[in-house]
């Protein structure tokens, strides 16, 4: 017997939300992905980049400006590198401008791009100038590094995906029956956990690095909030520091 025609609109509503999600969550992925990929380029010409800026538009298109590095101190703006705006002394990146621009422009395009978390306004500029922070080379090496300078002895984190990556608890020691000890309360400052929410949320949002770095954990898991748990509280062992 045919399924009545509710039932059918039904089925076909739960699979059209499933391919929307599918997605969603590709989407995501491919903008990290072609991040990375213009990140390496620019790097290999420029190893001191942190950041590209940009002019950017409501037609959701930009004007590529440079590259710029790291700030010296927070009284300084950052060090420009490469301007392209028509800067006399060529320059290794000259010859991929077009790529950077397309690049960053691709990556930026979707509203939901996780790498919308890495622009802020270039507050040494008053008009239409942005900052992208180009992602570590190692994301995982980057999180386990700034959670040991505030907890030393960490081992692992617990991160909560439906809140874009938020470390809910952090693993460190052993507890007095030998299970894992975990802490609830970070001591990192704001904008440490502005920065650990960022690449977490990047890294469980690239497929390759989600299954390498993250995974399930045992199904009597209580989350410290006292909110359901999902699939997507993952455990991440944290890699060795130096």
Not at 89 to 104: C, F, G, K, M, Y
Not at 144 to 167: C, F, I, K, N, S
Request: hydrophobic share 40%.
């Amino acid at each position: 017997m045919k399924p009545a025609a509710h039932e059918q609109l039904a089925i076909l509503c739960e699979q059209r939300e499933g391919l929307e999600a599918e997605r969603l969550r590709i989407e995501k992925a491919y903008s990290l992905a072609v991040l990375d990929h213009i990140t390496a380029k620019i790097r290999a010409a420029c190893p001191e980049a942190v950041y590209v800026t940009f002019a950017y538009y409501s037609s959701r298109t930009l004007d590529l400006h440079g590259v710029r590095g790291a700030q010296p101190s927070p009284l300084e703006t950052c060090l420009e590198l490469w301007d392209n705006r028509g800067g006399e002394d060529e320059h290794p990146l000259d010859h991929i401008a077009d790529q950077i621009e397309n690049d960053v422009e691709t990556a930026l395009a979707p509203y939901t791009s996780p790498a919308w978390a890495s622009v802020h306004r270039n507050s040494a500029s008053d008009g239409n100038s942005w900052l992208l922070e180009l992602p570590p080379a190692d994301r995982a090496a980057s999180v386990a590094e700034l959670v040991r300078e505030y907890h030393p002895e960490a081992t692992a984190v617990v991160v909560d995906g439906r809140a874009a990556g938020r470390v809910i608890a952090i693993q460190e020691g052993v507890a007095d029956d030998g299970t894992p000890a975990r802490t609830t309360r970070p001591r990192w400052s704001s904008t440490s956990d502005t920065v650990l929410t960022r690449l977490l949320g990047q890294i469980a949002a690239l497929p390759a690095l989600a299954d390498r770095h993250l995974i399930p954990l045992p199904g009597d898991y209580l989350h410290p909030y006292g909110v359901s748990t999902s699939d997507q509280v993952r455990l991440m062992p944290l890699p060795p520091t130096a």
